[in-house]
């Protein structure tokens, strides 16, 4: 059984096949560089959501801290 897509979706289709076509050619090969990246990826990618998170969340306490000593210090003067 052929599926015949549309005109309209050949061109995405052949550029998602490049992609994975790049893809494929520059992922490894072996077994040990491959169950490196299935270990340490989500291992990178969680502690990098979590930093962002942390420092964001941190950054945006110590502005409203700042923020509100300098304006307490304003007040005092006035």
Excluded: C
Aim: net charge positive.
């Amino acid at each position: 059984m052929t599926v015949v897509l549309p005109e309209v979706l050949a061109a995405p289709r052949n550029l998602w096949r490049r992609f994975a076509n790049w893809l494929h050619d520059r992922m490894p090969k072996g077994l040990y560089a491959r169950a490196l990246l299935i270990v340490i990826l989500p291992v990178v990618l969680l502690q990098s959501a979590v930093a962002y998170v942390f420092m964001e969340r941190h950054w945006e306490v110590v502005t409203y801290r700042l923020s509100a000593g300098v304006a307490r210090q304003v007040a005092a003067l006035v």
